[in-house]
């Protein structure tokens, strides 16, 4: 739905509709339903067997009466591990759930005996990230870093594997590696394309796929509200973010 509900956004003369069907609806009854909508109806929809339709809204997010994440032994690995959301998760939420993180990111960063130099340099974002993880030191948060492609199954398979060696096992999971789109779909190339859904959707699979025999605790994916609305220039990355919003589900359904 994701690519779908930008690439409306970004074409004047393209008019779509998205519409799920849950279960066996009658092709009868779907050309019924569609003839019967507005002819400004923008909103995704469902379709449900027993004649209901249900339309999308969104609400304000849940604050109160959440399920805390269960918290477990053994480390966190967090992917996208130098990002703002990765590190901002470090600070607040991942002390209480385990041992230790174990943060995969992407490109060489300097040692820890040059954090702080880095820290007061010149470079707005190198200053920022050796900021932030001078900050997990002082809290007494244990981390190590990990430069690893999460896209590339068999470098995250030999990274995960000197985690386990360095940290032992691994008990939970929060994947927020991701790149952003950037251009319209008719200009964007299919590497392009791929790069996007690689950061997200292929990472997503080998995480899976790579910590089945963990004892996870939990298993995060974030996503991004692209996937529900759609955004001019994000048909990728609201694509690869309904992906995961799909998967979640299905490997939730797996118990």
Known sequence: SGL???????????????????????????????????????????????????R?????????????????PGCVVVTGGLGGMALTLAETLVPALGDSLALLHRGDFPPEAEWEALSQGVDPLLAERASRLIALR?????????????????????????????????GGVLHTAGVAGDGFLLH?????????????????????????DDPLCFFVLAGSRTALTGAPGQTDYAAANAWLAAFAAWRRAQG
């Open 56 to 72: 999308r809204e969104l609400s304000p997010p849940l604050v109160a009466g959440l399920e805390a994440l269960p918290a477990g």
């Open 188 to 212: 964007k190339t299919q590497a392009d394309f791929e790069a996007v859904l690689g950061a997200k959707v292929e990472a997503a699979r080998h995480l899976h796929a790579l910590t089945r």
């Open 4 to 54: 779908l509900l930008s690439l409306v956004q970004e074409e004047a003369l393209l008019s779509a509709l998205y519409v799920e069907l849950d279960g066996e609806v009658p092709p009868e009854a779907l050309i019924a339903e569609l003839d019967a909508l507005p002819a400004d109806e923008a909103q995704p929809l469902r379709l449900c067997t027993d004649g209901r339709r249900l």
């Open 138 to 170: 002082e809290k007494g948060i244990a981390f190590r870093l990990y430069d690893c492609d999460v896209g590339d199954l068999d470098a995250l398979a030999a990274c995960l594997a000197e985690v386990r060696g360095d940290l032992g096992e691994i």
